[in-house]
C-alpha cells in the first residue's frame, strides 16, 4: 500500500477555526446568561455573575490555544466544570450540557477527519487528472 498523498491544505488548520468559533458562541450563549444572573441571582457582581465572567474569559483565552494538543482536554474539562454550575444557575448547566453535546460531536468528526487522512481518504489527497472514459 502506497502512502497517502501529501496534502497541499491543513484540513486541521479549518478544524482548528471551527473550535475556536464554536468557544466564541460559547461565550455569546453564556453572555446571554447575564440578564438571568443580574435579575434572580443577586447581579453580576454576586459569585455566579464571577462564575459566568471567568467562563467567558477562559472560553476566550482558550481561542487562542485551539492549536496545543492538550486544548481539547482543557475544553472538555472546562464542560464538566460548566455542567457543575448546574448547582449554582441551572441555567448555566443547561448551556454545559447543550454545548457538551456539540463537542461530542466535534470530537467525533475530528476523529473521523483523522481516520480519512491516515487512509488517504480526503478529496485533497485524491491524485488530479485521471483517465477519462467515455461510453457512446
Known amino acids: ?5 501529501p496534502l497541499k491544505k491543513d484540513p486541521m488548520k479549518a478544524f482548528r477555526g471551527i473550535m ?5 458562541l460559547e461565550v455569546i450563549v453564556v453572555a446571554l446568561a447575564l440578564p438571568v444572573i443580574a435579575k ?9 455573575g464571577w462564575v459566568a ?3 467567558i474569559a477562559v ?7 485551539v492549536r496545543k494538543p492538550w486544548a481539547i482536554g482543557a475544553v472538555v474539562g472546562l464542560h464538566v466544570l460548566l455542567i457543575a454550575t448546574w448547582l449554582l444557575l441551572p441555567a448555566m448547566g443547561v448551556i454545559g450540557v447543550i454545548f ?6 466535534l470530537l467525533w468528526l475530528r476523529k473521523d ?11 485533497a489527497q485524491q491524485q488530479q487528472g485521471g483517465t477519462a ?4
Do not use: N, Q
Open 100 to 105: 457538551g453535546l456539540v463537542w461530542a460531536y
Open 133 to 136: 472514459t467515455s461510453s457512446g
Open 20 to 24: 475556536a468559533g464554536t468557544l466564541i
Open 53 to 55: 465572567f471567568g467562563f
Open 113 to 123: 477527519l483523522l481516520k480519512r487522512m491516515a487512509e488517504g481518504r480526503l478529496p
Open 59 to 65: 472560553f476566550i483565552a482558550m481561542c487562542a490555544f
Open 40 to 48: 434572580l441571582h443577586g447581579g453580576v457582581t454576586s459569585l455566579v
Open 1 to 5: 500500500m502506497t502512502a497517502p498523498a
